[in-house]
């Protein structure tokens, strides 16, 4: 079965500080890779996605992640984040042919003004 | 379009007491799924539904049911609470016909058990 894996579970920065959070994935075959955020008391919503082509994926707010498919990772990254980043950030893997993703366990990132 | 909608936004069970969740979808989108969020543990799939009158069982099903009765609608049953359900459920649903499409998720709804 596939697993994902985000290392950090809690993340602290002051505001400007640079972001990085890390996803690893088990599955060894062609995989869609998603991060979702969910900001406090709302739904998961996508931050961005990748499937195919550049590695380096851009998403919204700033957010942008890499896809390192000799390390299984997809870590998300921002160059500068603000208060209003506060929020959970989950990774997703869905292989290819399936419409079922596996979630890791999320992280939460604080972000002080 | 409304997106996700779930129906309620917040409950509170005796143990013992059943409950149906409604989760609808405006989008026309084939795939849906249900979810339990727990601190630490992230997202669990509980059931997902491929279609109108199907339905699998996920990562944790157990006393859990569902029914997708009409493309837009899909129902998560509880018939006997039990503590260990208390929880934040969320539905979402996804297009489908091509495997990079998202998900996309209710408000949730947040159920205690007593």
């Known amino acids: 079965a596939q697993s994902v894996s985000q290392h950090n579970h809690h993340v602290i920065l002051s505001e400007a500080a640079s972001l990085e959070l890390g996803c690893n994935y088990s599955?060894?075959?062609?995989?869609?890779l998603f991060w979702y955020v969910q900001y406090p008391g709302q739904h998961l919503q996508l931050l961005l996605k990748y499937f195919s082509g550049d590695p380096l994926v851009k998403g919204i707010k700033g957010f942008e992640a890499e896809f390192i498919k000799s390390k299984f990772s997809f870590n998300l990254r921002k160059p500068s984040v603000q208060w209003s980043d506060t929020a959970e950030y989950f990774c997703?893997?869905?292989?290819?042919?399936?419409?079922?993703?596996?979630f890791g366990r999320g992280t939460s990132l604080i972000v002080h003004p | 379009n409304a997106g996700v909608t779930q129906t309620p936004k917040f409950r509170v069970l005796k143990t013992g007491q059943s409950m149906t969740l409604l989760c609808a979808q405006d989008?026309?989108?084939?795939?849906m799924y249900w979810y339990r969020q727990d601190p630490g543990m992230g997202l669990r799939l509980i059931h997902y539904s491929v279609g109108e009158g199907t339905t699998a069982k996920g990562e944790v099903p157990d006393g859990y049911n569902v029914s997708r009765l009409k493309k837009q609608n899909f129902l998560l049953g509880l018939e006997s609470a039990a503590p260990s359900q208390t929880s934040v459920y969320f539905c979402?649903?996804?297009?489908?016909?091509?495997?990079?499409?998202?998900?996309?998720f209710g408000p949730g709804t947040r159920l205690t058990v007593l």
């Open positions: 989008m026309n989108h084939e795939y």
């Open positions: 599955y060894g075959g062609t995989v869609n």
């Open positions: 979402a649903s996804n297009l489908g016909r091509n495997d990079y499409n998202e998900q996309f």
């Open positions: 997703a893997v869905m292989s290819r042919g399936s419409y079922i993703p596996t």
